[in-house]
């Protein structure tokens, strides 16, 4: 079992939609809880970070962590044609003085006029 | 600006010879990372470096080598031992607080002709 699933998609959306993007855990010691952006060909960009459980809101975006359920969630609330691309969560635990963190594979999101 | 840069953006190279790709960053952070991604694989971390003149493997060190002779620069190189190099390659820093949250440059895309 992989330190972190993430459902590859394509996920496939209309305009305006609310969208839901999840991973799971397995390591119980992750503290910190990231997502990022990826446009095709382009570095990820950072959207959301979150230290332990609770929900975090910067404007469209929502990060939610569960950590009883080892449970990540990203939404997008009016999702845009520009919000197409690839979403990576990330996750990290504190070892040897570092925090080197875990990538999930990523969600490949679709939004279509 | 701050930021990461990396170049070059594209880059061929012939079987059997080293190629050294760069990394620069005016974000005074301490921490920097080089990533390989194939597609449906996610980032495999390749070495990391906490501080000027340290660096550690990652999970897939083997072909690389990598430097940290000043705190802004680490630069990556891909040696002829790799044996299949052709890949997006993405460097990352990151500072101490909030638990290492890493920011990527823009990428470098190797091709191995």
């Known amino acids: 079992q992989k330190e972190v699933e993430q459902d590859p998609g394509p996920l496939s959306v209309p305009e305006g939609a609310i969208v839901s993007l999840n991973c799971t855990y397995s390591?119980?010691?992750?503290?910190?809880f990231m997502w990022y952006r990826q446009y095709s060909r382009k570095g990820p960009e950072l959207l959301m970070y979150?230290?332990?459980?609770g929900n975090k809101e910067d404007g469209r975006f929502t990060a939610q962590v569960d950590k009883s359920s080892k449970y990540i969630s990203l939404f997008i609330r009016d999702s845009q044609p520009s919000d197409s691309a690839t979403y990576l969560c990330?996750?990290?635990?504190?070892?040897?003085?570092?925090?080197?963190?875990?990538f999930g594979r990523g969600t490949s999101l679709i939004v279509h006029p | 600006d701050g930021g990461i840069t990396q170049s070059p953006k594209y880059l061929f190279r012939k079987e059997g010879q080293n190629v050294t790709l760069s990394c620069e960053q005016n974000?005074?952070?301490?921490?920097m990372y080089w990533y390989r991604q194939d597609p449906g694989q996610g980032l495999r971390l390749i070495y990391y470096?906490?501080?000027?003149?340290?660096?550690q493997k990652g999970d897939i060190a083997e072909g690389y080598s990598v430097s940290r002779e000043k705190k802004e620069s680490f630069p990556l190189t891909v040696t002829s031992a790799q044996k299949n190099p052709t890949a997006f390659y993405l460097c990352?820093?990151?500072?101490?607080?909030?638990?290492?949250?890493?920011?990527f440059g823009p990428g470098t895309r190797l091709t191995v002709l």
């Open positions: 990352a820093s990151s500072r101490t607080e909030q638990g290492d949250t890493q920011y």
């Open positions: 390591n119980s010691a992750f503290q910190y």
């Open positions: 979150t230290y332990s459980s």
């Open positions: 990330a996750m990290s635990a504190r070892s040897g003085g570092s925090y080197i963190p875990t």
């Open positions: 974000l005074n952070h301490d921490a």
């Open positions: 470096s906490q501080i000027v003149n340290d660096f």
